[in-house]
């Protein structure tokens, strides 16, 4: 790991920026564009929230910002939030178990709109999401295509809710009775014990009946992502809303097996797409040119050190987690990412026929998934960053090369940053995340 981690973050350490690889005029569309969108997404959630907890309110207008690619201005598009609820209500607020489906239609600048239907049974308290949900039926379409067979399980599991927006990543009950995490409907490296979520759940709901406001659960997972650093590990996660001071510690970066596994394999992919397309002319040999500056993953990896120096007194690259047990860190941030890019579509991207098969239930051209682990000296999670999936939907009718290339290009430009300055929106979550220290 460190062979791969520490020439890229120590040539951050000692230059304090790397630089840029964009024109002025793209890099300030794209900042634009990565705010905006992270404003929209904060926006809706915001709205579906007030509309699940008040048992009056079963359809909401929510005026979002979109960016206009024509105009290059911002704009206000009307989102639609609809909620039904089969349970009781309470002093006006949903409480007591039920069945919940909420629908949101957000509509995009060039005129698509993105329609996510989600049914879940659980149980509301005093207006507000507790204890164990399991969503039954998700359904995601954008309005000029057809929905992909596999997508809806992108949105199926059980998690443990201290609310609308506080709760842990999905989980699927495997037949041994123990709960696998998933990410974007695929399998993830996380499980949990049988009754394992049932136990916490029903921790919570008493907790809350006996009239607690600083509500928490702790869930004892095992990871196969932490077993190269903790073998045979089993990690108690805890979600508490109580910070943790970074300001002062020293924090170790440190890359999951499967990340440095990911990055060799994506290293590989691009280049062979690279050594393919030297022959593209015209616009498809600029949209080309574009994606190679965009797609470095050293990129990645000097956005993720350079989030950690917003928040710590000092950053340094690791392999395991000795430096803990030793003194010389405070912390390490375990880094998990999986890219689900595909780097094989040359000559044959086809908007009528995608996506091919078979294909991973995310069925965007370029997508990735983010997460991380926070522990602590004593070698407990003190703090989970649930995966951050993000996808590349194309929006348009285009087809071929050109149209390939142009969805690369744009998704690692809007993901990894738009030059020295831009973070890009795939580690905005993770900056939230330590905001929140």
Known sequence: MKKYLTPMICSLLLTGHVAAQMSAEQQAQGNMNSAIVMRAHTVLLEAEARAMEEC??????????????????????DAVVS??????????????????TWQSEKPFASGNKLTVTTTAEGRFVKGQRLGMWCVTKYEATLSNRPPSPRLPLSGLGCRLHEGHAKGTPSYIKQPDG?????????PGATFLAAGELEAQSAKLLADAAAGKTDLKARVVMQSRDLDDLLPGSKIVAAMSASPIPLKDKRVAIVLSSQSVSEFGRFKSERQAL??????????AAAERSRFIKASNP??????????????AKDVHPADDLSGLQNGRFDY??????KSMTRFDQLGKYDKAAWPPKPFPAASGVACESLRGFLIGRDLKVVRQLPAFPSCQFDLSTATGDQAYMWILATYFADH???G???LGLSVLGLDAFLKQQ
Not at 298 to 311: C, W
């Open 56 to 77: 009056s309110m079963s359809r909401l207008v929510v005026p979002i910002p979109a960016y206009n690619f024509s105009t290059k201005n911002e704009e206000a598009l």
């Open 83 to 100: 909620i039904e609820w089969s349970g009781a209500c309470v002093d006006g607020k949903r409480d007591g178990p039920g069945v919940l």
């Open 178 to 186: 123990r709960w696998q995490e998933y990410v974007l409907g695929e």
């Open 274 to 283: 690279i050594d393919a397309s030297a022959g593209l002319r015209g616009e």
């Open 298 to 311: 050293d990129r990645l990896l000097v956005n993720i050190a350079k989030v950690m120096q917003k928040h």
């Open 332 to 337: 390490a941030l375990v880094v998990d990412w």
């Open 416 to 418: 990894w940053g738009n």
């Open 420 to 422: 020295s300055d831009e």
